[in-house]
């Protein structure tokens, strides 16, 4: 069951649980789910929008130019430490997240992207506007520190990789029961 809510009741929810990870969920021909510690809720062109910066090497990251669309789940009751590893840590290029990390999915109601049960507060999205952030534009302390350069970029925990900025329209809010 889902019970609809004013996505701005529970902005302070969403804040307070993005620096331990939220998950951005996307979905193709298979499901899948990364951790996020970055994002934003508020109001872009008079919509709700909620905003995420996903890098280049995620396997997520075509997956959302492709769809154009993703849902993101939080939890209410404290993060999991499994989801927080196996989806924060592994890509699934190469693992089936679900299975991994014993992730009920939720049918969506708007759009085509599944919520996750155990991350009940779940936020449907439709992309608005997408746009690379050159990280040039950054202060250098921070460039430096958020973009390290000496790591292979083909590991999902690498962080060498540009950011994209999706800003993303709310459709629907609801909590999973
Ligand atoms: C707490 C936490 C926060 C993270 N935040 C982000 C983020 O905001 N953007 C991002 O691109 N990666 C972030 N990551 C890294 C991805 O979750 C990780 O690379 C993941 O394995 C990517 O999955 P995928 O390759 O299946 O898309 C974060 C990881 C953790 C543990």
Redesign the pocket.
Known sequence: MKETINVFDYEQTILKALP??ILLNTKEEKF?S?????GALGIAWNLPVFS????EN???KARLDRTGEFTVSIPINGPSGKI?KV???????RVDKVAEAGLTLEEPRTNGVPGVAEYPLTLECKILYSQWLDPAGLPEELRAAMYPQDVSGSD??VNRDP?TAYIAQVVDAYIIK
């Open positions: 331990q990870g899948n990364m951790v996020i510690g970055w995420v910066l996903v890098r995620r396997y997520t927080v989806c924060g840590s592994l890509s699934g290029r999902p925990g950011h």
